[in-house]
């Protein structure tokens, strides 16, 4: 009977965390017709250090401020803070970032949901050079 009941407490615990997860990360697109899509940069760009780049995106449903950032495989870099509806942040890249092909912009709206959770994209990869 012992072996049932720890079975049965994995499912149950394997379910909880599941259900948590898909109501606590949305992606670029919830349930209420909400989202966020990166338009620039579309992937395969090389951008070049010390020069100025503009992130783009759409969105629908969504008011208030996005995060911009400029991340790779563990690191990420906030870039600034817009409201939503400007549709678009531009920066220099720092000469002091590394050389690296997998960059991708995010651009995330915490908490916006009905649930409280965030909208947010992903670009496909960049080089910075």
Same mark, same amino acid.
């Given at each position: 009977m012992k072996t049932t009941f720890m079975k049965l407490s *994995?499912? =149950?615990?394997?379910?909880?965390?599941?259900?948590? *997860?898909? =109501?606590c990360n949305k992606d670029n697109e919830d349930d209420n017709n909400q989202s966020i899509t990166i338009t620039n940069p579309s992937g395969g760009e090389t951008w070049l250090k010390g020069n100025s780049y503009t992130i783009r995106w759409t969105s629908t449903g969504i008011t208030g401020n996005v995060q911009v950032r400029l991340d790779y495989p563990g690191k990420s870099n906030t870039i600034g803070y817009v409201d939503i509806s400007t549709g678009e942040l531009t920066f220099t890249v720092p000469t002091s970032w590394p050389s690296r092909n997998d960059w991708a912009a995010a651009v995330t709206a915490f908490g916006v949901t009905p649930g409280g959770g965030d909208i947010y994209d992903w670009s496909e990869k960049i080089k910075i050079q």
């Open positions: *994995m499912v =149950s615990f394997l379910t909880i965390s599941i259900f948590v *997860m898909t =109501s």
